[in-house]
């Protein structure tokens, strides 16, 4: 007997499922700024879990609960966003194929990475999400307060781990 799975779709109006105050320009804005987030922050979480497993070196405790600490964050980022999109009538993909798809980052070693890399690392991988948070606020609270709200406290989270990733590598 087969064991294949076929996926279950339901046939949504062409309303969509989720009633919005936005309209479809405004939903077509704000899903273009936080899809690609999302991605962002499922990617740092599965990187920064990824090095939590692998780090060694002389640090390797304080910098294994960092990385814990700064995964749980993540995780929490992208379900908040993840949520907004629903909000406003937006279905959200964090499926392992679009983030692996999607994410400009290259994957995180395979093996045992030495606290020094570890740090760089992140360190590299924040500012750049960072980066991209804040160019993604542009115009947005034009558009969607709420939504520039949440970016807003979420870039404000990125560049304190920046400050805190960075500070190490003095």
Same mark, same amino acid.
């Given at each position: 007997m087969?064991?294949?799975k076929?996926p !279950?779709t339901?046939?949504v109006?062409?309303?969509?499922?989720? !009633?919005?105050?936005?309209d479809d320009? #405004?939903?077509?804005?704000? @899903?273009? !700024?936080? @899809?690609?987030?999302l991605?962002?922050? +499922?990617?740092?979480s +599965?990187?920064?879990?990824?090095? $939590?497993?692998?780090?060694?070196g002389?640090?390797?405790?304080?910098? $294994?609960?960092?990385?814990?600490?700064?995964t749980?964050q993540?995780?929490l980022?992208?379900?908040d966003?993840? /949520?907004?999109m629903?909000?406003?009538?937006i279905?959200p993909d964090?499926?392992?194929? !679009?983030?692996?798809g999607?994410?400009p #980052?290259?994957?995180?070693p395979?093996?045992?990475t $030495? @606290?020094t /890399?570890?740090?760089?690392a992140m360190?590299?991988?924040? /500012?750049?999400?960072?980066t991209?948070?804040r160019q993604?606020?542009?115009g947005?609270?034009d558009?969607?307060?709420?939504? /520039?709200? +949440?970016?807003?406290e979420? +870039?404000d989270?990125?560049?304190m @781990?920046?400050?805190m990733?960075?500070?190490q590598?003095?």
């Amino acid at each position: 007997m087969s064991t294949t799975k076929t996926p !279950r779709t339901t046939a949504v109006g062409a309303a969509g499922a989720v !009633r919005s105050t936005l309209d479809d320009q #405004a939903k077509a804005q704000v @899903q273009e !700024r936080l @899809q690609p987030l999302l991605v962002d922050l +499922l990617d740092l979480s +599965l990187t920064a879990k990824q090095l $939590h497993w692998n780090v060694v070196g002389p640090a390797f405790r304080p910098l $294994h609960l960092q990385l814990d600490e700064v995964t749980d964050q993540y995780r929490l980022w992208a379900d908040d966003v993840a /949520e907004r999109m629903t909000s406003v009538g937006i279905s959200p993909d964090g499926r392992v194929q !679009r983030v692996a798809g999607d994410s400009p #980052a290259d994957p995180a070693p395979a093996s045992w990475t $030495h @606290q020094t /890399e570890v740090v760089a690392a992140m360190s590299d991988r924040i /500012e750049a999400v960072a980066t991209a948070t804040r160019q993604r606020l542009q115009g947005l609270g034009d558009v969607d307060v709420a939504s /520039e709200d +949440l970016l807003i406290e979420i +870039l404000d989270g990125l560049e304190m @781990q920046l400050w805190m990733f960075s500070a190490q590598q003095a």
